[in-house]
């Protein structure tokens, strides 16, 4: 499903040159369960904004689907991105004047689709898990936990190829975080592909395949 065939990632020239990513290669295939594992520094959000297509490379190739994206015009990526890749942030990323049922739609919005044929599946996806009665209640009515799994509906509403997650239990309690890792694992069993990027040991070892990147390398796991 995603390819990354030498790729570099680098900020800056000369002596204020930073090197974020260093000749990555990396195959993540589909129905994968996969962690991104490393301390901080160590290239895990730019990792992310590679493999969720936010950013180019300065160096290699990334194929999505057997297709090489480094080529395409941002539009075209824009495309892409938001309709096969979803995304779980740390912070939620929930708008606030929105309730739950208006958040989980939000990329319906954005790609202009048909919102009656998605407003069933977001109630559906909402009640799988546990917020059918939360429907009208906006971010501010929610608890992080509650917040956390409108931001997972949302990044399932158009049904993408691939979820990545990043530090998805991080400003979380640990039962919260619990329950999201069981939505997490759940969503691996029905088939979904998933990498969740985090810097917590015992996280990554809920997951199936575990990446280990230091220095903006992967020392271990490729």
Same mark, same amino acid.
């Not at 015009?73 to 208006?102: C, H, M, V, W």
């Given at each position: 499903?995603?390819?990354?065939?030498?790729?570099?990632?680098?900020?800056?020239?000369?002596?204020?040159?930073?090197?974020?990513?260093?000749?990555?290669?990396?195959?993540?295939?589909?129905?994968?369960?996969?962690?991104?594992?490393?301390?901080?520094?160590?290239?895990?959000?730019?990792?992310?904004?590679?493999?969720?297509?936010?950013?180019?490379?300065?160096?290699?190739?990334?194929?999505?689907?057997?297709?090489?994206?480094?080529? +395409?015009?941002?539009?075209?990526?824009?495309? +892409?991105?938001?309709?096969?890749?979803?995304?779980?942030?740390?912070? !939620?990323?929930?708008?606030?004047?929105?309730?739950?049922?208006?958040?989980?739609?939000?990329?319906?919005?954005?790609?202009?689709?048909?919102?009656?044929? !998605?407003?069933?599946?977001?109630?559906?996806? +909402?009640?799988?898990?546990?917020?059918?009665?939360?429907?009208?209640?906006?971010?501010?009515?929610?608890?992080?936990?509650?917040?956390?799994?409108?931001?997972?509906?949302?990044?399932?509403?158009?049904?993408?190829?691939?979820?990545?997650?990043?530090?998805?239990?991080?400003?979380?309690?640990?039962?919260?975080?619990?329950?999201?890792?069981?939505?997490?694992?759940?969503?691996?069993?029905?088939?979904?592909?998933?990498?969740?990027?985090?810097?917590?040991?015992?996280?990554?070892?809920?997951?199936?395949?575990?990446? !280990?990147?230091?220095?903006?390398?992967?020392?271990?796991?490729?």
């Amino acid at each position: 499903m995603l390819k990354l065939e030498h790729v570099s990632k680098i900020y800056g020239r000369g002596d204020a040159k930073t090197i974020a990513l260093d000749d990555i290669n990396l195959h993540i295939k589909k129905r994968e369960y996969t962690s991104i594992l490393g301390p901080s520094g160590s290239g895990k959000s730019t990792m992310l904004h590679i493999i969720g297509l936010l950013d180019k490379p300065t160096k290699g190739k990334v194929y999505f689907n057997g297709k090489e994206t480094t080529s +395409l015009t941002d539009e075209e990526i824009s495309q +892409l991105r938001g309709k096969k890749i979803g995304f779980i942030f740390q912070a !939620y990323n929930l708008i606030p004047s929105l309730n739950a049922l208006e958040n989980t739609l939000l990329p319906v919005y954005i790609h202009d689709l048909d919102i009656s044929k !998605y407003k069933k599946k977001a109630i559906e996806l +909402l009640k799988k898990i546990g917020l059918g009665k939360r429907l009208d209640h906006k971010p501010n009515q929610l608890s992080g936990g509650q917040q956390q799994r409108v931001a997972i509906a949302r990044a399932l509403i158009l049904d993408p190829d691939i979820l990545l997650a990043d530090e998805p239990t991080g400003n979380l309690d640990s039962e919260s975080g619990e329950e999201v890792l069981g939505i997490f694992k759940e969503l691996h069993k029905e088939g979904k592909t998933l990498v969740i990027i985090t810097h917590d040991e015992h996280i990554a070892k809920r997951t199936k395949r575990i990446i !280990y990147l230091k220095d903006g390398k992967i020392i271990k796991g490729e």
